[in-house]
């Protein structure tokens, strides 16, 4: 017995001759995909920057499949260990890969979603993601109206620089998806082809001015400057805790003709539940594909990585006390699950509609701590 052991330990190491005789490990295109797990692709992460052409450099993260040095330290960003290596090689097996757009919330930050980014490029997608200009955490803020009329224009531009740069032979260009949180989530449905009614949006920012979509509206936010907002290229989108219903008026939304994932939290006390998130869905077309996502408890920040800074800085007794009440005190739903839920849906979403890949595991029937329909 104890002379069959080496013969053992030989046929597992795939036989004692090396070179030729060793077993290649599998592609990662080849394990079975289950987007609740973590994706067989190691992920690279990268920084480029490009002029958006009105008058900003960009600055955008982009996450993607790739091959980095064995004992390579993978990235800590906002403090939380990332999968990702800052500049590993791409990884073409499996590829090309669809490319996937992130639009930040309001005062956000790229990388402000690094749980959702690298789950997708770990599944074989390129992911960009720019910070938009006089909108972002630490960077000072514009006016609504600036930053609403330039932020679809920006991811657009991230798009193109994606395209131009040396990772554009990993990514095909047909298959791109557009994806944000809050203010990003609503950027997104403008990317896929909501329609801003401009004279509707007018109308009911006269008679109640304080409601959040207000913000976006000046002289400047034409008829004609709104209808050049969407993406031909965006084919799926996935839209997370948006809000802003209003600006669509009683048909925009309807516009859009791409399928459309839209997620939410039921304890989300800024894009509410009943008066932005279902509506929201609502008003999609009926025709077209869509999901709504709600989960249980959630608030408006369970779709972040920002519980990391609210726990550093102090928590309830510190400089972001408000997240307390909104995905980051122990009355909402634990971070940890909200994120396993809200990836887990986007990744089978755009599974399906980006790469033709059946929902195997009836993820989009609902997940634990959600429910869809």
Same mark, same amino acid.
């Given at each position: 017995m104890r002379a069959l052991v080496p013969l053992l330990l030989l046929v597992a190491c795939g036989g004692g001759g090396g070179g030729d005789d060793a077993i290649e490990p599998p592609s990662p295109a080849d394990v079975p995909r289950d987007p609740a797990a973590d994706g067989p692709w190691r992920v690279g992460v990268r920084t480029i920057d490009a002029p958006d052409g009105l008058g900003n450099t960009l600055t955008i993260e982009v996450w993607y499949p790739a091959t980095p040095a064995d004992g390579a330290a993978p990235e800590v960003t906002l403090g939380i260990p990332t999968v990702a290596v800052r500049g590993a090689p791409a990884d073409a097996r499996g590829g090309p890969f669809p490319l996937v757009a992130f639009s930040h919330g309001r005062g956000g930050i790229r990388v402000q979603s690094v749980y959702f980014t690298t789950h997708l490029a770990s599944w074989g997608y390129v992911v960009v993601a720019p910070d938009h200009p006089h909108d972002t955490l630490g960077g000072g803020n514009s006016t609504g109206s600036e930053v609403l009329r330039a932020r679809p224009h920006q991811i657009s531009v991230a798009i193109d620089a994606v395209l131009a740069s040396d990772l554009a032979s990993i990514?095909?260009?047909?298959?791109?998806? $557009?994806?944000?949180? &809050?203010?990003? /989530?609503?950027?997104?449905? @403008?990317?896929?082809? !909501?329609?801003?009614?401009?004279? $509707?949006?007018?109308? &009911?920012?006269? /008679?109640?001015?304080?409601? @959040?979509?207000?913000? !976006?509206l000046d002289a400047a936010l034409t008829q004609e400057v709104a209808d050049?907002?969407?993406?031909?290229?965006?084919?799926?989108?996935?839209s997370l805790a948006p809000a802003g219903r209003i600006a669509f008026g009683p048909a925009g939304l309807a516009a859009i003709a791409v399928p459309t994932q839209i997620q939410g939290g039921t304890s989300d006390n800024l894009a509410t539940q009943t008066g932005e998130v279902e509506p929201i869905f609502d008003a999609l077309a009926a025709a077209t594909p869509r999901s709504l996502a709600l989960l249980d408890h959630a608030a408006h920040f369970s779709f972040t990585d920002i519980c990391v800074l609210y726990e550093a800085t102090g928590g309830a007794s510190g400089p972001f006390a408000?997240?307390?009440?909104?995905?980051?005190?122990?009355?909402?739903?634990?971070?940890?699950?909200?994120?396993?839920a809200s990836r887990t849906l986007a990744a089978a979403f755009l599974d399906l509609h980006l790469r033709g890949e059946p929902d195997t595991h009836g993820y989009l029937a609902g997940v634990p701590d959600a429910t869809t329909r």
């Amino acid at each position: 017995m104890r002379a069959l052991v080496p013969l053992l330990l030989l046929v597992a190491c795939g036989g004692g001759g090396g070179g030729d005789d060793a077993i290649e490990p599998p592609s990662p295109a080849d394990v079975p995909r289950d987007p609740a797990a973590d994706g067989p692709w190691r992920v690279g992460v990268r920084t480029i920057d490009a002029p958006d052409g009105l008058g900003n450099t960009l600055t955008i993260e982009v996450w993607y499949p790739a091959t980095p040095a064995d004992g390579a330290a993978p990235e800590v960003t906002l403090g939380i260990p990332t999968v990702a290596v800052r500049g590993a090689p791409a990884d073409a097996r499996g590829g090309p890969f669809p490319l996937v757009a992130f639009s930040h919330g309001r005062g956000g930050i790229r990388v402000q979603s690094v749980y959702f980014t690298t789950h997708l490029a770990s599944w074989g997608y390129v992911v960009v993601a720019p910070d938009h200009p006089h909108d972002t955490l630490g960077g000072g803020n514009s006016t609504g109206s600036e930053v609403l009329r330039a932020r679809p224009h920006q991811i657009s531009v991230a798009i193109d620089a994606v395209l131009a740069s040396d990772l554009a032979s990993i990514v095909d260009g047909t298959r791109i998806g $557009a994806t944000g949180h &809050s203010f990003g /989530a609503f950027t997104t449905l @403008l990317l896929a082809g !909501g329609r801003i009614d401009v004279a $509707a949006l007018t109308a &009911s920012c006269t /008679a109640d001015p304080d409601q @959040l979509a207000c913000s !976006g509206l000046d002289a400047a936010l034409t008829q004609e400057v709104a209808d050049a907002f969407p993406d031909p290229r965006v084919t799926a989108a996935v839209s997370l805790a948006p809000a802003g219903r209003i600006a669509f008026g009683p048909a925009g939304l309807a516009a859009i003709a791409v399928p459309t994932q839209i997620q939410g939290g039921t304890s989300d006390n800024l894009a509410t539940q009943t008066g932005e998130v279902e509506p929201i869905f609502d008003a999609l077309a009926a025709a077209t594909p869509r999901s709504l996502a709600l989960l249980d408890h959630a608030a408006h920040f369970s779709f972040t990585d920002i519980c990391v800074l609210y726990e550093a800085t102090g928590g309830a007794s510190g400089p972001f006390a408000f997240l307390e009440h909104e995905g980051c005190g122990p009355d909402t739903l634990p971070v940890d699950r909200a994120h396993a839920a809200s990836r887990t849906l986007a990744a089978a979403f755009l599974d399906l509609h980006l790469r033709g890949e059946p929902d195997t595991h009836g993820y989009l029937a609902g997940v634990p701590d959600a429910t869809t329909r």
